[in-house]
């Protein structure tokens, strides 16, 4: 089963550029090729976690879940806020952000950093629902309002 109703949408971008520094939002990035983000901190990792992604639709549940109003999506640490399409099903798969490729690695399971954020609790609110790190295949600018999209293999 590969097709879904319609494209995703790119809803959020956020840095952060060193260790124990707070996400900054930012209208556009840079991803890099087998690297990450220009200006965050993971940007020369690895590669297996080059983004990190998170479901727009489940910011609402994980508040609720946390005891609170509403989150601002910088408090969940996660690169990337998509929304429209369901994130855990490029695990695996190759995907297409604007210009960039990318490949879903893992579940980006949520850390214990979240009872700190989210207050007692925080890390079982967010279980199931942490996202999806991504693999950077080709690289080239983000967008807030950039379609996502599934790429055939």
Not at 102 to 107: F, I, K, N
């Amino acid at each position: 089963m590969t097709q879904f109703p319609r494209a995703g949408r790119l809803e959020w971008i956020g840095l952060r550029p060193a260790r124990d520094t707070p996400m900054q939002a930012v209208p556009d990035a840079v991803a890099r090729t087998g690297g990450g983000l220009a200006g965050d901190r993971y940007a020369g990792g690895s590669g297996k976690r080059g983004a990190t992604l998170i479901q727009a639709e489940h910011l609402p549940v994980i508040a609720a879940l946390s005891g609170h109003a509403e989150l601002a999506p910088a408090t969940l640490r996660r690169n990337l806020v998509v929304s429209g399409i369901p994130l855990i099903a490029f695990k695996g798969r190759r995907f297409r952000i604007g210009d960039v490729v990318m490949e879903g690695t893992e579940p980006c399971d949520p850390c214990s950093r979240m009872e700190q954020a989210l207050g007692p609790g925080g890390y079982n609110a967010m279980r199931g629902m942490g996202g999806l790190c991504a693999r950077i295949v080709s690289g080239g600018a983000l967008r807030i309002g950039d379609a996502v999209e599934w790429m055939e293999a």
